[in-house]
């Protein structure tokens, strides 16, 4: 009765570990992308990549804003790269060049074009691993008041910027101009 056992004991094995396999696959990694909406921008500092003073994330705040993770080694960073120079002119964006050498961080922003605001430097990734960053690249909207609206992770596209960012934007860029309601003064009862 235990040989018998024993002879079906790696097929039921096999078999549990090929369903684990395939309701594995079933999970879109990039789905996770809005389980960490409503968060805030960390408080950081870093060191501007391209000199000058350090940059503070609260002053990004006032508008809403993008911050793309990008470096110099990612291809898909490349191919997203044009799409982020049209954008530069329409919407506040900012990068974090993500573990990568400042040297060579430098260089491909002067020969492909610069669309930043500003550049944080995250050489080891502590500001990256924050913000919850998976690889690169990745596009975070945020709020005016540094609140994640949405995030993309891998190459953004066009078609993911209309779908996905636009009507986010436009809200949040709505919502900014509204004025904050005032509580009105309660009138003396007699």
Known sequence: ???????????VLTLGLGALLWLG??????????????????AWQSESLLGGAAIDTASLKGEPFVL???ASWCPN??????????????????GLNY???GDAARAWLIQA???YRAVLADP?????????????????????????????TG???????????VPLLAQARADARTPAATPSAQEPQS
């Open 77 to 94: 960073c490349h191919a997203e790269h044009p799409l982020l120079g049209e954008l530069a002119g329409s919407v506040p964006l900012y």
């Open 1 to 11: 009765m235990r040989s018998r056992l024993r002879l079906f004991l790696p097929l």
């Open 113 to 115: 074009g610069n669309p």
């Open 155 to 165: 190459e953004l596209t066009r078609e993911i910027w209309q779908r996905q960012f």
């Open 124 to 152: 080891d990734g502590k500001l990256a691993l924050e913000l919850g960053v998976y690889g690169t690249p990745e596009t975070y909207l945020f709020a005016a008041d540094g609140t994640l609206l949405t995030r993309h």
């Open 25 to 42: 696959l079933g999970n879109n990694p990039y789905g996770q992308d809005e389980a960490v909406a409503g968060r805030t921008l960390p």
């Open 68 to 70: 793309n993770v990008w």
């Open 99 to 101: 573990r990568d050498k």
